[in-house]
Nanobody, 123 residues
Framework: QVQVVESGGGLVQAGGSLRLSCAAS????????MGWFRQAPGKEREFVAV????????YYADSVKERFTISRPDAKNTVYLQMNSLKPEDTAVYYC????????????????WGQGTQVTVSS
């Protein structure tokens, strides 16, 4: 059974930091790109960041560039999203997902999804 599980969400003040983790299991995800998406209340889910299967390339939404960093140590089944300089508008449920399409920011390209982890940034 394939599982994608996020962790690390929580409540933080504006300007603070959080690190989200994503653990994938049930198959070999080393050939999958891993991405993060988020969904704020009343809004559609949006792309945040993606890292290719090798970890060699990363792509970010403009709204998080220079503040968020996606990483994939050893190109294995665990992916991290380091979030710095958090803003209230970063408040959302954050989802991790796996895709065979390298570098995609389109959620329909993603095959496996986690249940999400809540991030709340207070002003």
């Amino acid at each position: 059974q394939v599982q994608v599980v996020e962790s690390g969400g929580g409540l933080v003040q504006a300007g603070g930091s959080l690190r989200l983790s994503c653990a994938a299991s049930g198959r070999t995800f080393s050939s999958y790109a891993m991405g993060w998406f988020r969904q704020a209340p009343g809004k559609e889910r949006e792309f945040v960041a993606v890292i290719t299967w090798s970890g060699g390339s990363t792509y970010y939404a403009d709204s998080v560039k220079e503040r968020f960093t996606i990483s994939r140590p050893d190109a294995k089944n665990t992916v991290y999203l380091q979030m710095n300089s958090l803003k209230p508008e970063d408040t959302a449920v954050y989802y991790c997902a796996a895709s065979l399409v390298a570098g995609s920011g389109i959620e329909y390209d993603y095959n496996y999804w986690g249940q999400g982890t809540q991030v709340t940034v207070s002003s």
